[in-house]
Nanobody, 124 residues
Framework: QVHLVESGGGLVQAGGSLRLSCATS????????MGWFRQAPGKEREFVAA????????SYADSVKGRFTISRDFATNTVYLQMNSLKPEDTAVYYC?????????????????WGQGTQVTVSS
């Protein structure tokens, strides 16, 4: 049973930074792609970033390129999202997702496993 647990969300001022973590368990993730998605109130869930666990190929939404960095740690089976230069429009619930055997896609429906989410609030 794949299990994903996000942490690291919180309240930060515009221009600040946060690092989100996604702890994984229940599978061998070397053949997985991992994604971060977010959903703001009243909006649809949107792609943020993704990484292929093996090889480390990454993909980013245009809105976060140059500000956010996705990475993974083999030793702890954890995926990170480093978020810098945060803006109020980054405010959302951030979700970690896992996709077995696939590339680092931006399409949410290709990810069968999801965490519960962590709230990120950026004040102006």
């Amino acid at each position: 049973q794949v299990h994903l647990v996000e942490s690291g969300g919180g309240l930060v001022q515009a221009g600040g930074s946060l690092r989100l973590s996604c702890a994984t368990s229940g599978s061998t993730f070397s053949n997985y792609a991992m994604g971060w998605f977010r959903q703001a109130p009243g909006k649809e869930r949107e792609f943020v970033a993704a990484i292929r666990w093996s090889g480390g190929a990454t993909s980013y939404a245009d809105s976060v390129k140059g500000r956010f960095t996705i990475s993974r740690d083999f030793a702890t089976n954890t995926v990170y999202l480093q978020m810098n230069s945060l803006k109020p429009e980054d405010t959302a619930v951030y979700y970690c997702a896992a996709r077995p055997g696939g590339y680092a896609s931006s399409v949410a429906t290709l990810y069968p496993y999801w965490g519960q989410g962590t709230q990120v609030t950026v004040s102006s």
